[in-house]
């Protein structure tokens, strides 16, 4: 039987094997799915120097743009728009956070990636006609330093939304969409997993926190 000590300590060789490189995971999911406390548990298990982030922000300017965003503090600005602060956000982030710690040999954890924008711009806004931008604004702002694994956590739209009920009051306008918004959000992060392939992997986030925590260290050790 797997147990959370033989993962912890397969994490540990595959720490020693990377040392010439970092891995950069990313953790994703409708709000509610629990993406932040996983991060936080992931972070906790790595090895000291392991680079815990999030977005949008991660930095300074990234982080004022992030405010702009989801305080809705740029109420006429529309999708497109949209679409390019995040963009924009992420390449600051990309530029002085998450490539110079891949460079050094530092794992990078990030709460939230493009996977989001893919998810939330393109499926929950529903404006197909961003996909073939998304890409190509990928390819330019990660270079060669794609994320090595997406770990995306699926949980039904009104559990989640029973979840955040129950969490302290914040801004997050895209939280409070109806369901059917947070029901198309869902399905862009599951077409957004079959998009990327082998390195995306949809975990059931519907259960208890021990089983979901022991699945992502599970994936993370293969890295």
């Known amino acids: 039987m797997v147990t959370l000590k ?6 540990s060789l595959a720490h020693n094997l990377a040392m010439r490189h ?29 680079v ?3 977005e949008p922000g991660g930095t300074p300017l990234a982080e004022k743009i992030r405010k702009l965003i989801l305080h809705n503090l740029i109420p006429t600005a529309d999708v497109t728009t949209e679409f390019f602060l995040f963009w924009t956000a992420r390449a600051e982030h990309m530029r002085e ?17 493009d996977s989001s924008t893919f998810a939330f711009q393109i499926f929950g806004e529903k404006h197909p006609e961003l996909t073939k931008l998304f890409w190509e604004a990928r ?36 939280d409070d969409n109806p369901r059917a918004f947070q029901g198309r959000v869902r399905a862009g992060f599951k077409t957004f997993a079959e998009e990327i392939g082998q390195c995306a992997h ?4 519907n259960r ?16």
């Open 52 to 54: 815990l982030t999030h």
């Open 139 to 174: 390819k330019v702002v990660l270079g060669k330093y794609e994320p090595d694994a997406y770990i995306i956590l699926d949980i039904p739209v009104a559990v989640a939304e029973k979840r955040r009920a129950g969490r302290p009051p914040r801004k997050d306008r895209f």
């Open 208 to 223: 208890a926190p021990k089983e979901v925590e022991q699945d992502i260290l599970r994936i993370v050790s293969n890295y």
């Open 6 to 11: 033989s993962l912890d300590r397969t994490l």
């Open 97 to 113: 956070k998450i490539a110079p710690a891949l460079r050094a040999g530092r794992h990078v954890i990030c709460d939230r990636f």
């Open 202 to 205: 949809i975990v059931n986030a």
């Open 22 to 50: 970092g891995t950069f995971i990313v953790i994703d999911g409708i709000g509610g799915c629990g993406k932040t406390t996983h991060a936080k548990l992931l972070h906790a298990r790595m090895r000291k120097g392991t």
